[in-house]
């Protein structure tokens, strides 16, 4: 039992808080030894309990009657309400337990929020280290009483990191100077209360002084004239001043610094620019206030905190103060202020604004600039004007400052309208013109409507709406000094056409320094972090500079989280233009505008040095280039778009179906055929004086050279006799032969060995790649006159990626081949037929790639005696059968006739019937007649099936020929050397030895156009 001695302690109460509560009981119950009671329970006797068992369980009752008559003293009325069903102390404490601590999961839930609380726990920035310290250990036995042990060095490290930024130095010290795994929350605490209060005395004496002046010792002061004070005590007790005699007026009673005479003589400069007049505000007490200003002799310039007092602020103007701490602050602005002092007006003009300065600061300096003086005596300060004599006067406050008190004036634009018969028409029709509204009334246009006078005051709303944004700076206030200390960016697009590889954007980088631009062009918006990744690492590598700050509009590519952690991370500064002004990012948008411009007009002045030898005039002087053909990447459009006008206004008609064909027509069926590549012409017709009359206005029109008759022309070399004429390329066959020294070689008599079927060849060697490629592409410039190559050369053509040994040994002996027939070409015979027939024939072997199992198709078509068109090409699918590789080879030969027949029609060459084209596979011509076999051409592909759709509309006819007749077989197999003849002799290939040359009625034009005009 508890001994009497003792003296009482009392009930703590219950108020809400349960584990301190239940802290607090159990020590109470467990000092009256009735804590047993709380944990088992109230002792019940049994059925037949002896008399001991019974004294025990009445002993038991009684004490639980004890324990609950406490637990009812400390638990408020409106809770025990709630409980008082529970019959022993157990199941009260129980009920309270249940009721204010919770089950398990509802225990973690409240853990749960302590934990969320104790990691967003930081001291307030008004808050005390007791404070702070309090309210974090409360947090910290919440969790500990919830079953989870938080350790001092948690809570050490948690108190350290959510400090102010006020305590940074505090931290780092004790983070220096002690183990913080050993450092007790006392130790920290104490640490911590010592340096707040050291902190607080300082900002005491920080408060006192407002950067004052002192009048002391010796002190001097100039104005336009010259002054002085002076001052001296010496001894202690007071000095008789009856015998003194003033040096100055020479009176009796007071030293010369304190001569009346001072103030009479004093020099005068002007304080104010404005007619207003500053006039005194009575000193008030120490109490700092917004609207309280401290004449500073310290301070070098006027400053405020507060931005909404200044008018003609200019936000661009930047500075900085440096405090008597050593540290700056940044000046974001200078203004003007205006004072209301006794219901008058005063001005201070030229004042700094200091975000974050809490106190108003006159400068003593500034002002004397103004050509004011300032007397300092006896506790007072005095400003006098020239004209106005003395303007304020102010006493030293208590802290030896000198405070003016005054009403700050923040302009206002006020405009006021009066609403008349005028205004009211103005407004119902649509702000018109009152010239307008008196046009209507006296037209009698609108009922009811008066003669109306003009309006009193300009529309308020007519006034707005014709209001339009000031012009943007046209120069930057700051400019970078340094390489990549600034870099403009900004992304342009998308931009119609996509170009080849499929971009539709491109993205700027300019360094303000240099203005050097580099231009990446992306295919999305969102590739705009990864550009910039990669121009910073180039560019820093090559200047040895770091990209420090990074200018850009608020588009959505730049905004994104991920751009903004890699400059974080980069520690690049991020400079955003304000919503719709791209005009800050001016930089960007002009190089945008400069780089559009090139693309759309490549149009520059350029000039050249005389070349020696034909110097006219001054050495010195250069010529400028008026229009060039070649060198101007917008050359080629320019120059077709003058021909074309020029052949347009001689009545040219321009062929739909091939751009550089035109033709004149005339009388009688005269006709005259102009073909254009570049600056070349070939024009023909069956007219001589259509032909010389064009010559004669293309030598009018442009600087143009007649060649005569046509006898060579783009590498091809024409003959024309009385037979017809012959076309050939003896003269680059030869080229080509000494280029790869094959001029020596043994002919052949056949461009492929019969049968060959050349593959990859993987395993063999690889060969020079590049010497291949040139062989190859020099012989298929010799198709425009050799349809026998074409097969040989489609085939060798196929393996230009890794040539081995065995595909050079192929292509030269097309070489060999081509050794042999130096002057072979197709020969067009004269024949008296008007009505010259085009025909066509169509083949393709099938599954001829040995590698990728795919056919070759091959084509050719007919005009009189000579071959006009011819293909050999791989088709671009895999087939299931010979009429399907057939097939899809006729439909390809469809497609051409349909141009040929276009063009001969252009030419007045018309083909009235159905264009013929000879194919050897039978199943194939009955596909494209009828849907037939179905199962074995549902897979074909539908662009394929429009060979069936021209046979319906009759102008293709698709006709059956024998496989030892078919020409195109030279174009799609390795054939034997007697079925090669043959069939090159049927395409009309015949040698050039034997033709005669004879004049016909077509000649060559070479153009050297002048786009000048």
Known sequence: MADSDFAKPAIPKFDGFYEHWAMLMENLLRSKEYWSLIETGVVTAPANATFEQQASANASKLLDLKVKNYLFQSIDRSILETILERDTAKEIWDAMRTKYQGSTRVKRAQLQALRREFEVLAMGEGETIDEYFARTMSIANKVTSFGERMTQVTIVEKILRSLPAKFNFVVCSIEQSNDVTTLSIDELQSSLIVQEQRMKSQQRGIEEQALKAVNGGRGSGSGRGRGRSFSRARGRGRVSKENVECFKCHKLAHYKNECPDWEENANYAEFFEEEETLLMARTNTEELRNETWFLDSGCSNHMVGNKDWLYEFDGSYRDSVKLGDDSKMNVMGKGNIKFSIAGKIHVITNVFYIPGLKSNLLSIGQIQQKHVTIVFKNDLCKIYHDDKGLLFTTHMSPNRMYVVNATVIVPNCLQVTKKDWSQLWHQRYGHLSIKGLNTLAKKDMVNGLPVLDDLDKHCGDCLTGKQHMDAMPKRAVWRAKLKLELVHSDLCGPLNPTSNGGNRYFITFTDDFSRKTWTYILKEKSSALDTFKMFKLVVEKESGCAIQTLRTDRGGEFLSTDFHEFCSNQGIKRQLTAAYTPQQNGVSERKNRTILNMVRKLTEDIYVEQPLGYQNGNKNMVYKLRKALYGLKQAPRAWYSKIESYFATEKFKKCSHEPTLFVKYGFNNKILIVSLYVDDLICTGN????????????????????????????????IQSDVGIFIHQHKY?????????????????????????????????????????????CLMYLLATRPDLAYSICLVARFMDRPTDIHVAAVKRIMRYLKGTLTDGIMYKHTSNKNIELVGWSDSDYAGDVNDRKSTSGYVFMLGTGAIAWSSKKQPIVTLSTTEAEYVAAAVCACQSIWLKAVLSHMKRPQNQAIVIHCDNSSSIKLSKNPVMHGRCKHIDVRFHFLRNLTKDGMVEMKHCKSQDQLVDIMTKPLKLESFLKLKEGLGMRSAQGHDVCVKQSCALHCIPDLSS
């Not at 032909?691 to 783009?714: P, R, V, W």
């Open 687 to 718: 007219n001589l004086d259509m032909i010389l009359d064009f010559k004669e206005s293309m030598k009018k029109n442009f600087a143009m050279t007649d060649l005569g008759k046509m006898k060579y022309f783009l590498g091809v070399e024409v």
């Open 733 to 777: 066959a030869i080229e080509i032969l000494k280029r790869f020294g094959m001029e020596n070689c043994n002919n052949v008599c056949s461009p492929i060995v019969p049968g060959c079927k050349l593959d990859k060849d993987e395993n063999g060697k690889a060969t020079d790649a590049t010497t291949f490629k040139q062989m190859v592409g």
